[in-house]
């Protein structure tokens, strides 16, 4: 029956189809075996113009070996956004940053709330109007202008810085070298003194003569110039008087540079007047 109906199809197809020698058609009709009457079925199938037969399907078939994986493919184009997540556990402090540019002035404040009043003004006070209207001025500076030598074991002597730059008040004397105060009050007095080579420097500021403040320079060693210098502050009543004085020594002769040894003070304020009931 099946060959039949191939040999049927085929007769129809062959009389679309152009001619075909007869060898070739008389192994188509006549050859038994399997492959040839798949061949021959295949044809017809083929070239039937007029026949579209479908078979009924087969089982399918098992599953196949799995492939090996394929290449590694390109990179996909970017994706779309994600949807915004949830915000996140709040991080540790970072690190201080720099101090900023100052910033431009702020506006006006409001005026603040009045103050209590105050007290009297110092002009009602005898003693602050001194001060105020009659401070009094005293101040001088002077330097040695000849070189001073002291023997040896002579006497103590007082140096007479005769070169007066200031005497503010007229409280110092060049030729005796004696400050004198006529202003009660806190003073500041300052000494320099320089040695002569091979000469030392033992000297002090005194007070009525009293030492106060003590200035010492050797150079018998080095053969050199050596200098002493000093400051000091005393509060002085009227009367009092300051001045240098060279010690004697036992040790050497002393002497003092002219020009670069000088003696200066000044009242850095004074008193106020006693009060009279």
């Avoid at 492939?67 to 493919?73: M, S």
């Avoid at 184009?77 to 431009?104: A, E, I, N, W």
């Avoid at 101040?139 to 503010?168: G, M, T, W, Y």
């Avoid at 033992?202 to 050596?226: K, Q, S, T, Y």
Wanted: aromatic content about 10%.
């Amino acid at each position: 029956m099946f060959l039949s109906l191939i040999l049927f199809i085929t007769f129809n197809s062959n009389m679309l189809r152009p001619a075909v020698g007869k060898d070739e058609m008389q192994c188509k009709i006549f050859c038994s075996n399997t492959k040839k009457r798949e061949y021959f079925h295949n044809s017809a199938l083929e070239y039937s113009p007029i026949l579209n037969l479908q078979g009924i399907q087969g089982p399918k078939g098992e599953k196949g070996f799995s492939g090996e994986p394929g290449p590694k493919g390109d990179y996909g184009p970017r994706g779309m956004p994600g949807v915004k997540g949830d915000m996140g556990l709040q991080g540790s402090p970072g690190y201080p940053g720099h101090t900023g540019m100052t910033g431009p002035p702020g506006p006006r404040g409001l005026p603040g709330i009045k103050g209590e009043k105050g007290e009297s003004s110092l002009l009602g006070d005898s003693s602050a109007l001194y001060s105020i209207q009659a401070t009094p001025k005293s101040a001088f500076f002077s330097v040695l202008s000849l070189p001073l030598i002291q023997r040896f074991d002579n006497a103590d002597v007082v140096v007479k810085f005769d070169r007066v730059h200031v005497n503010e008040g007229q409280n110092y004397d060049k030729d005796t070298g004696v400050f004198t105060c006529k202003h009660p009050g806190i003073y500041v007095f300052h000494c320099h003194l320089l040695s002569l080579r091979e000469y030392i420097v033992h000297a002090n500021i005194a007070v009525n003569g009293r030492p106060v403040a003590w200035l010492w320079a050797d150079g018998r060693d080095e053969m050199e110039h050596f200098t002493a210098s000093n400051t000091m502050l005393q509060r002085l009543s009227e009367g009092d008087v300051v001045y240098v004085k060279l010690i004697r020594s036992s040790i050497g002769a002393q002497a003092l540079h002219s020009s670069y040894s000088t003696f200066g003070g000044y009242l850095l304020y004074s008193d106020p007047p006693a009060q009279h009931t």
